[in-house]
Structures are given as C-alpha cells and as structure tokens.
C-alpha cells in the first residue's frame, strides 16, 4: 500500500522538490539573513515546503486518474495498482491535508492574500490534467511555470526581510534576485522542454484518447523544433550567467558540466527518433535541472 502510493505520488520528484527549497533555503536566506530577523521560523519553512510537496503530489494522483484508461496501453509507464475511485479518494485527502496546512500558514503569519495561492494551484493543476495538457504548447507551459515555481516560492517566503536587505545591502538583495531569476528561466526551459519530449513519446496513446497535445496538433517535427528553440534559449542564458561569474575556474566547471552537456543534448535531439530516445531525453533534462542546482549552489 505505502509503495503503491509512493508510485502515485511521484516520490522522486517530491523528494527533489523537498531537497531543492530546503537548500535554496539554507544557501540564499539562512546565510544572508539572521534568524532573530526571520518572521517565517524554521519549523513554519518545512512545513511550507511539505505542503509544496502535496500539492505536487495532489497534482500526480488526479493526473493518474484522467489518464487511467491511456496508462493502460502504454508500455513506458508505470500502472498504478490503484482504481479511479482509489486514486480520486487519495486526492481529495492530498488537497483536504494541504488546505488545513495552507490556513494554518496564513492565519499565523497574516499572509491573507497569499492564501488564494492554494486553491488556484490546486485549480489549475488539475485543469490542466481534466483538459489543460491536451492543448498545445498551453499545457506545456503551464507545466513548466509550476516547476519553476518551487524556485520562487523561497525569495516569496521572505520577501518582507529581502525587502529589508534591499535597503540595507542592494549589492547583496540584487546577487539573490539575480541567482533566484536565473534558476526559475533554466528550470523552465528545461521543463518546457522535458514536457514537449514526453508529449512526443505518449503521442500514439493521445492520439488515441483524442488528446490534441504538442506532438498531435503540431507533429512531431515541429513539436522538436520547439524543443530544440528551448533548448537553444537555455544555452544563451546560461552563457550570459556564465559570464556574469568572476571567478575563471567556475567559468570552466560551468561549461564543462552546463554548457557541453547542453550541445550534446541539442545534438541527439535533432538526431532522436524512436520512442526510446525521447524517453531518455526527457530524463537527461531532468538531470540537467540537477545540475544546473547543483552549481548555483556550491557557486
């Protein structure tokens, strides 16, 4: 059962949520902002992150269930052990648990407004898996906005004390601004990418149900190309990020590590032609996003 609901969850990608802002945490706020000045305490932070998590997870259980009948004809994806009203159960606990969490949130810290954020979230995500991610490119989109959303819900967090600091050090407010921005555009773009390949791999099975995404409505040339021009987007930011570095030894472990593995992923993306090779592109973006974390943090 707890294995079976792990699969539903997406439990990698939750945990990869869950490291990212506890680290996006401790590299840009805890070491620039003293704790006594931190209205959001520690504990009130995980708990933020943990109800990111259900969201997230909230979004995966109703995705299964409008995709329940396609999953079952596709020999890429991992079938869920559960029924419909299995899954529409779980997700309806997901949303009930994270609502309680978000009210708690708002009521203790007087973040009135930013409550609406919940609900909308939760509306959205599922629109788009009841009828966003059968429209081209939108669904896409609206996919990546949300994974690079986890970026920005840290700076949102603490946004009074980085308001403080801008007036306090403006030097100091802009570099976390700036390292902020430049993970939410490559998170983006990469996802935005990630998303279009796997629109190219399950296209037969969304031709099949009716299903007008990316790769139906455009086929799968065009839906490449688009891909690709992400892709290309990424390199010139991520060169206009490496220059903006000082120091000469990280310029080099920026391109050996973000820059090259970008070329060669462009390169087998013009290449790729089999359901294979999209599958495996669309988890090589996956471990670019890791990367591209990785150095922002140890940078």
């Known amino acids: 059962m707890v294995s ?12 990869l949520i869950f490291i990212t802002q506890i680290l996006l945490y401790y590299k840009f706020i805890h070491n ?14 995980l708990l933020l992150v943990f109800t990111t998590c259900i969201v997230c997870a909230s979004g995966n259980v109703i995705n299964d269930y409008y995709d329940y009948q396609a999953d079952r004809t596709n020999s890429l994806k991992v079938k869920s052990s559960f029924t419909r009203k299995q899954l529409i159960t779980v997700y309806f606990l997901l949303v009930i648990v ?24 939760v509306f959205f995500l599922w629109l788009y898996s009841y009828r966003l991610k059968c429209v081209a490119i939108l669904g896409n989109v609206l996919i990546a906005i949300f994974t690079g959303a986890v970026v920005l819900l840290v700076p949102y967090a603490y946004w009074n004390e980085l308001t403080i600091l801008r007036m306090i050090d403006p030097a100091m407010w802009f570099q976390l601004i700036h ?21 190219i791999e399950d296209r037969t099975q969304d031709e099949m149900n009716q299903c007008r995404s990316t790769a139906v409505a455009l086929g799968v040339p065009r839906a490449k190309q688009i891909a690709i021009m992400m892709l290309l987007f990424f390199a010139i930011v991520a060169l206009f990020y490496m220059y903006s570095l000082h120091s000469m030894n990280m310029k080099i472990v920026f391109s050996i590590f973000l820059l090259l593995p970008t070329i060669f992923l462009i390169y087998f993306s013009i290449k790729s032609s089999t359901d294979k090779e999209f599958h495996q592109l669309s988890q090589y973006a996956k471990i670019m996003m890791a990367l591209g974390l990785i150095f922002v943090l140890l940078n």
Not at 4 to 15: D, E, G, H, M, Q
Not at 32 to 41: D, W
Not at 106 to 120: D, E, I, K
Request: net charge positive; hydrophobic share 55%; charged share 15%.
């Open 179 to 199: 390292a902020f921005l430049h993970l939410f555009i490559f998170t983006f773009l990469l996802n935005f990418y990630r998303e279009i390949y796997k629109d």
């Open 4 to 15: 079976t609901l792990l699969i539903a969850f997406r439990w990698k990608n939750l945990v």
């Open 32 to 45: 620039t902002i003293s704790f006594e000045r931190q209205s959001l305490s520690l504990v009130d932070f």
């Open 98 to 121: 994270g609502a309680v969490f978000a009210v708690y949130l708002s009521f203790r810290y007087g973040f009135y407004n930013s409550f609406l954020l919940y609900p909308l979230t």
